[in-house]
């Protein structure tokens, strides 16, 4: 059987992150000061980011260098295999060549590390003692901890609280690597304590959580905020993975007829996706096909409006313009956690407002049939934010068969499910519920959506 | 920084593995027919294994292929990278020079599939239709799930009960392979009834579910059976982990002073050390040490008589000579359930005896200490049951700062601990228990001792 895997070696690791603003033929919405209305400068963001980052988050450059003290942690890990899915595609029996990206072999077992260790760096060299942030299946605050670990930083984990109880190892794993992790809402922050002093059982959010996150980050001097997701800077990060996998696929001499990944803020796909975008934008590759997979659920893109709103609850952080289903929005409890976020990317949005990708909301059950369908070819288990991602590309792979095209499809397997365990259980033994749209909610949140 | 990783191609995977039987400078004792006390024969153990096993048990070829197929599903993950561990180094500010061979990355999370996936192949061709097998923390159990899957048969866990109820992940990723899983002792077996019947509390042991394995395996006609340790075949497919770290220190330019690994049944160390035991017993490296690490609660190498015994509880299987608790005796409760078996690999032990390798014995909060020191340092949260080899590690490190030495020392790093957790979060908290040797339980089952 020919090669499973496209290695690369440590030298052939990037040196610098893909900065698509460089390269958008239209603007980007600003970003706008709920106080003033006015667009935010670098100074509204300096209590919560380093200014590093701040540059970052706003800079047209098309390639920004990676410090050489990040490009070392990467290697503990990095590059990462592609992996061509033989055996899944004979499996499906499908003409289709399928490719993974295999982020799970980071130690945090996701691609969340490749932008918490840059965060955890620019945090370090700007002097700043202690991070704080959110998370929810734990995905990145396990990422944040890891980061802050080996650079020296105090790590302060907000995490949904309804996550903390149901998944005891995620916060084991956290505090392994020696990070301080609290259930939130959690009585360590103003809001966080109003929120128990209402309903002492709140079950918490995403959106709760950035801002404890955030409250705990302006309240301490020596203390910076970090997000895992969302923004320009994150993105900037994951792009990483993107670029090696362009060099992964010229070794393999082929080229993605259409890539695949799941979004919740939307970092770990638009960081396989954004180096293919600038050929696609460029006219390069007219018929590339970028599919996010997103919750029924949680279904920003396909079913919110493209609007500004807050990217936390309790409404600290600047207006943001996207696809959003309201900042005050809970969604139901699928397993997916890291997909419960009401907002999504500037950047996705702005991209999918322009039609350059397209989007699928996707039911749990038929995604963890497709996830079934993977572990059982290929053998890893994937995480249930990521099986999204094999659904979509299943179908696709199945529509290939039908159709007799052998189309090249490569999607971002960001993470494993060894933490998950219990949505596969709750799916093999038929307890696993699909919510549908849940319409009224959503009515209700977008009524709430900030006046620009 | 330099190069952390050293990775091989897919075409670099050994193409045999490495059979120490060829080269040992003594006989080996012969097994033992408990019921006549002669040696046994290839038809004795037919009942349970498939003759292409049965014949690696007792072949002295020096190198025997790896069929095709087995290479093909090696392909998913192997080879397997070697690590430097430079941060490690740093940390413990040593001389010495620590690589480790990370077997973390393959779809069970250990080294356990080279020979489940060999296993499998070899019962597949010879008709059979369905495995069964035991498994205590649940390394070898998914392993051997994986195994099946990808070859189509049906496999059936024994899974001690304590650890069943403890680590319910483990059982649903087997499930996810497709495997059927069962707490022993189990109503599906009358030796489980019977123990059932005295007490339907039983927590269960290692000893006992491979009992229960065995007897299912007999009693049906298209099922045999498959250990994950001890017997020489096993060691034999994992000697491929120990061949491609002889290629991957060469391209380092370094050879081993020191080698390390846990041993429960022995198959992960023996198959790093086998291929460098090669090269000390033929004179070439007679200043090489090999370093057996194995828990104060379960001393099986360090405290136990070199005796003829039991590999299971029910008195099934034949009489191997071996380094032995005695087959009654239920080791306490420690987090590394993969080390809590009465016996060890009868390879290991005959070494042992000739003085060819050493061992030591240790305390669970030391090796947990050494764990979160190499995970804050390298990242991977390792299985408790690696952490005993991360504990040697260390020592040994510590004591090349003291004497300036720097030693190449390298160790099999045979699992993550993602699905152990549990462990760590005692360890951190303050709530681990050190056993110490157990002497008047083992002397009681030292006792049982079958008489040859």
């Known amino acids: 059987m020919a090669e499973n895997k496209i290695m690369l070696g440590e030298d052939q690791i990037p040196t610098q992150w893909y900065n698509i603003l460089a ?7 600003p970003v706008i000061h709920p ?17 590093a980052l701040i540059k970052q ?16 942690v990467y290697k503990l890990w990095r590059p990462t295999p592609l992996y061509r899915a033989r055996r899944w595609e004979k499996a499906l029996d499908t003409p289709a060549r399928i490719y993974y990206k295999w982020e799970g072999v980071s130690p945090p077992g996701s691609h969340k590390p490749n932008t918490a260790v840059a965060q955890a760096y620019y945090n370090k060299q700007e002097g700043v003692k202690r991070l704080t942030t959110e998370t929810g299946a734990g995905q990145w605050g ?3 901890a890891f980061g802050c670990n080996l650079f020296g930083l105090e790590c302060k984990v907000y995490m949904v609280r309804v996550s903390y109880h149901q998944k005891p190892y995620r916060r084991v794993l956290m505090e392994t690597w020696g990070a301080t992790v609290v259930p939130s809402p959690s009585e360590d922050t103003e809001f966080g304590r109003k929120l128990l002093a209402e309903d002492p059982d709140a079950p918490g959010s995403l959106g709760i959580a950035i801002s404890e996150a955030v409250e705990d980050a302006v309240s301490h001097d020596d203390t910076k905020y970090s997000l895992g997701s969302v923004l320009n800077h994150v993105l900037l990060h994951q792009t990483i993975t993107g670029q090696e996998t362009k060099k992964q696929l010229e070794i393999a001499g082929d080229y993605p007829d ?19 975008a600038k050929d696609k934008l460029e006219g390069k590759t007219p018929s ?18 493209y609007a500004y709103d807050f990217g936390d609850t309790a409404m600290m952080t600047p207006l943001l313009k996207m696809y959003t289903l309201g900042h005050t929005f809970v969604p139901p409890p699928i397993h997916s956690g890291g997909l419960r976020y009401h907002g999504m990317a500037p950047i996705i949005c702005a991209l999918y407002h322009h039609k350059t990708i397209e989007a699928v909301a996707l039911h749990q059950n038929a995604v963890f049939e497709a996830a079934v369908s993977f572990a059982r070819a290929e053998g890893f288990v994937v995480a249930p934010e990521t099986a999204h991602a094999v659904k979509v590309v299943m179908d696709e792979a199945l529509k290939c068969k039908e159709s007799g095209e052998a189309k090249v499809i490569v999607f971002n397997n960001s993470g494993h499910g060894h933490f998950d365990l219990g949505a596969y ?13 849940p319409e009224e909610k959503i009515k209700e949140a977008l009524k709430e959506l900030p006046k620009v």
């Open 288 to 305: 590339l096909r970028i599919i996010c997979a997103e919750p029924e659920a949680c279904p920003s893109l396909t079913r919110g409006p």
């Open 35 to 51: 106080g003033t209305g006015q667009p935010i400068g670098p100074e509204d963001l300096a209590p919560i980011f380093p200014m």
């Open 258 to 276: 259409i890539l695949v990944g799941c979004i919740g803020g939307g970092s770990n796909f638009a960081g396989l996706f954004l180096p293919f």
């Open 57 to 72: 988050e706003v800079s047209t450059e098309r390639y920004i260098d990676i410090p050489e003290e990040v490009q070392d």
């Open 142 to 144: 396990s990422a944040l």
């Open 23 to 29: 390269d958008l033929p239209f603007s980007m919405p």
């Open 425 to 437: 259980d709750a799916y093999l033994s038929g307890e696993l519920k699909d919510y549908k749209y």
